[in-house]
């Protein structure tokens, strides 16, 4: 049975930091692609970063130089660091797990950046 669960989310004041995690059963986890994306509301989905199998990393505009993506395949967990947090950067956040055409989501956590 695939899941993905996520954990670290929560309420932080602006300029604050928090680390999420996304554990992951199931599947072969050191061969996906695992991606973190986020949902504010009244917004669409959009990817926040992503890693691949060999460690390759990608970053949404919005978030360079603030977070940082990881992944520990020992521990079958990939990790989102979030560095300076905006109020903008308020939403739902999820991870993804992705090979050819299998994707598999987590419920997500939400984080909420806020004085």
């Known amino acids: 049975q695939v899941q993905l669960v996520e954990s670290g989310g929560g309420l932080v004041q602006p300029g604050g930091s928090l680390r999420l995690s996304c554990a992951a059963s199931g599947f072969t986890f050191s061969g996906y692609l695992m991606s973190w994306y986020r949902q504010a509301p009244g917004k669409e989905r959009e990817l926040v970063a992503r890693?691949?199998?060999?460690?390759?990393?990608t970053y949404a505009d919005s978030v360079k130089g603030r977070f940082t993506i990881s992944r520990d395949n020992a521990k079958n967990t990939v990790y989102l660091q979030m560095n300076s947090l905006k109020p903008e950067d308020t939403a739902v956040y999820s991870c993804n797990a992705a090979l050819a055409f299998l994707r598999y989501w987590g419920q997500g956590t939400q984080v909420t950046v806020s004085s």
């Open positions: 890693i691949s199998a060999s460690g390759t990393t």
